[in-house]
């Protein structure tokens, strides 16, 4: 039979081993748990902006993406490394239109930091950058075509793959819930010669669905509220990429 004072004893005795264990490696409660995904600006050699990811779950699916204000979205959707990290190069680029930068991953983590910031004048037609994939791998990611107005839905896609809009310059302006989806692209197409119905000038939005469950991408009128011309929802329904 052991005695209470000698228990006490062994308590503290126990507590005083796991002290000098931590205190040996290193470890403690705090610094055990992951950081915190996060986006830095860094440099890199060759191109003109670079930012890099770190903390993210270990190689997972992130969508990435550039915008400045209203001109056309650059993104993608990419992998990180085994160690959750990602960097992105970016050249062809004004730097004086407002860029954010803006990391999103499916376990519902994002991040967005500013650009450098430089005080120069703002560019009405600024080019369209380019980003390129330094640390990481791009996605392989299935993308579902709606031409707007010939094609209204309903549409299905998996988690993490995308839907691509086109608008013919109808007069309608979709949008779409933040949960259920991100946009990594948006744009204009100038009028070509091929037979496709995207061969037109046009309007283009491509998102990634974040989200399993059942949604929608709204198309209202421009014109709105000025006008009396109704709006349209578009069904989308977001499934497991294992279904």
Known sequence: M???RRTSRLFVA?????AVTLATSGASPANTRSPAPALKLTG???YRLAVAGSGWPASSRVTFRLTQGAFPVE???????KRG???IGVNNIDLCNGEMLTARDLAGHSVGIPGPGLACPV???PPAPVLTI?????ANISVRHIDWPSQRGPVTIRLADAVYLWEGKSGFLPSAPWKSFQ???RGTTPPRDCPEVECAAGFYWEWVGMAVGNTGIAMNPRCAPKCEIASYLIPVKIVSRNA
């Open 2 to 4: 052991i005695s209470l």
């Open 14 to 18: 126990a507590i005083s081993a796991v």
């Open 44 to 46: 890199a050699k060759g």
């Open 75 to 81: 993104g993608f959707e990419l992998i990180t490394t």
């Open 85 to 87: 990290q990602f960097e």
């Open 123 to 125: 560019r009405k037609n």
């Open 134 to 138: 330094l640390v990481g791998q791009p």
């Open 183 to 185: 946009l990594i692209q």
